[in-house]
């Protein structure tokens, strides 16, 4: 238990020190740059086509319930609202914690276990600033663009697996998926991905950068940057809905 | 005279040495193991040192002290007439500007090429343009016989190269001190000749304080005007070659003739 509070206190201090670096000079803008396509754009293709794939699916399995309550015109709702509320956002964040937190969390121990960190400080470069910092800040920005590019390619896939099933146009499918949309199912959950992305970058750069166990040590912040980087996402996914409700009670049914 | 006034003149006598390098009464340990232990030395300006001793006896952490990347539990460090123990990371910034440090794998961003590896530093820490980084970069490049290469990821640069690397990146912010972790290890014998033939140029046209750690009893007679032999975290012989050969401690005596 002391070991569990000493660790959420020290990842609480490493996400502090993120935001007070954020707002003072130099601004890495070159890195985070840098570390926005290596974030943002090399996780694309993956985004796309898992959004789409798990659209399709979940195409296949409403259908059927959907046409017995004589509901089948309400699949391309339900499509779009499950997606733009909780599925896109959640598991955008799962796959990107996946694919960039294991990469943060090896590519910063990597660095230590080999002294890149500690030549960065020999040429009076602020380590922290130059590797930490960067990388949160692109999970920040990043993540909720490639939320949305997961909510409509999801809309894609369950589009597609309707017009197999009944060879709906796209026009009424886009028409009725956003039938019962409002501005706050898409706003508030696509922007909740920003703190999703904090906790992702946070946690895995935390493992990297304060690792000390050479190589042994890069497997290690691989493998908890993503399992806890996970984990707070969910529960942060908990509060976050809660907050939602609070300032859109609309939303809450 | 009370001892506050005898400290203040210590510290203001220590602050108008010539010494680029003093290590006074220094201690380090990690958890229970003691690395260094009560340990003084001074280096002139403009010599070269090279610290000996047996594997995990304390020498690289020397190094790591040195450039404050590592903090000492006991005594001071001055470098340069600055004393760096207590100071904070701002001001250690611009002490560190005046040392170059070669680590033993050379810890290059194994991300940037050759050149940005480089560069990097010009960019951050000095007002050159973007031509006289190139221009910069292109002379220590060329000095340490990688003119061709600049374009290469570490990634593809040999152990030698990866070593000459390191040199040039520690050498590009025309450093006063000039620190190096083990320079010739695992090379073979013509690359860590060169290596050498690296240091004592820098040393004797820049004159720049080297300081070397070694196993490389050859190189370091070659490159020391003075040595240091470390033996379980103490500091058991110090002095010029001849003056360590005719030390009291046998592992100091050993160390230094086995070339």
């Known amino acids: ?253 | 005279m009370s001892e506050e006034n005898k400290a203040e003149i210590k510290a203001e006598n220590k602050a108008e040495n010539k010494a680029a390098v003093v290590f006074e009464h220094v201690s380090k340990a990690f958890g229970p193991k003691q690395v260094l232990r009560d340990v003084s030395f001074e280096v002139p300006a403009g010599q070269a040192l090279c610290i000996l001793g047996r594997s995990g006896t304390g020498k690289s952490v020397t190094l790591k002290l040195l450039i404050s990347l590592l903090k000492p539990d006991q005594g001071k460090i001055w470098v340069d007439r600055e004393e760096v123990t207590r100071m904070k990371e701002a001001e250690l910034s611009k002490v560190r500007r005046k040392m170059g440090f070669l680590f033993q794998d050379a810890a290059l961003f194994d991300s940037l090429t050759l050149y940005e590896n480089l560069a990097l530093p010009l960019q951050r820490l000095t007002n050159k343009t973007l031509e006289e980084i190139d221009a910069t970069v292109d002379k220590v490049l060329g000095q340490v016989g990688l003119g061709n290469d600049k374009k290469k990821m570490p990634g593809a640069l040999s152990g030698g190269m990866r070593k000459r690397a390191g040199l040039a990146r520690a050498l590009v912010l025309e450093p006063k001190i000039l620190l190096a972790d083990e320079p010739s290890s695992g090379l073979d014998r013509i690359t860590a000749s060169e290596i050498d033939e690296l240091l004592i140029r820098q040393k004797t046209e820049h004159q720049t304080t080297v300081i070397v750690v070694t196993h490389d009893v050859h190189g370091a007679r070659r490159v020391g005007d003075r040595f240091a032999v470390f033996d379980k975290g103490d500091l058991v012989a110090f002095g010029t070659a001849a003056e360590v050969e005719q030390s009291e401690n046998e592992t100091a005596r050993k160390l230094i003739s086995e070339y």
């Open chain 1, 1 to 253: 238990m002391i070991k569990l509070i000493e660790f959420v206190g020290k990842v609480s201090q490493f996400g502090f020190r993120v935001i007070f670096d954020l707002f003072h000079p130099p601004f890495e803008a070159g890195q985070i740059g840098r570390q926005l396509a290596e974030v943002g754009a090399k996780s694309l293709p993956l985004v796309l086509a898992s959004g789409f794939a798990l659209g399709t699916v979940m195409t296949f399995h409403t259908r059927s319930t959907m046409v017995m309550f004589g509901a089948g015109a309400m699949i391309p709702t339900v499509q779009a609202i499950a997606f733009f509320i909780e599925i896109g956002p959640l598991v955008a964040a799962l796959l990107l914690a996946g694919r960039v937190g294991s990469g943060i969390g090896a590519v910063l121990a990597n660095m230590r276990a080999t002294e890149q960190i500690d030549g960065i400080e020999s040429l009076s470069i602020d380590s922290f600033k130059f590797l930490v910092v960067p990388r949160v800040v692109a999970c920040v920005l990043a993540l909720p663009l490639l939320t949305l590019f997961m909510d409509f390619s999801g809309l894609a896939g369950g589009f597609v697996s309707e017009y197999a099933a009944s060879r709906i146009t796209l026009h009424l499918y886009i028409v009725r998926a956003f039938a019962e949309m409002a501005w706050s199912n898409f706003i508030p959950p696509t922007l909740k991905t920003a703190v999703f992305g904090f906790i992702i970058g946070t946690v895995s750069a935390f493992f990297g950068y304060t690792t000390n166990k050479g190589a042994q040590g890069v497997g290690e912040a691989a493998t908890n940057s993503v399992v806890v980087s996970s984990l707070l996402i969910i529960l942060a996914d908990v509060v976050l809905i809660k907050c939602i409700f609070f300032v859109f009670p609309e939303n809450a049914l």
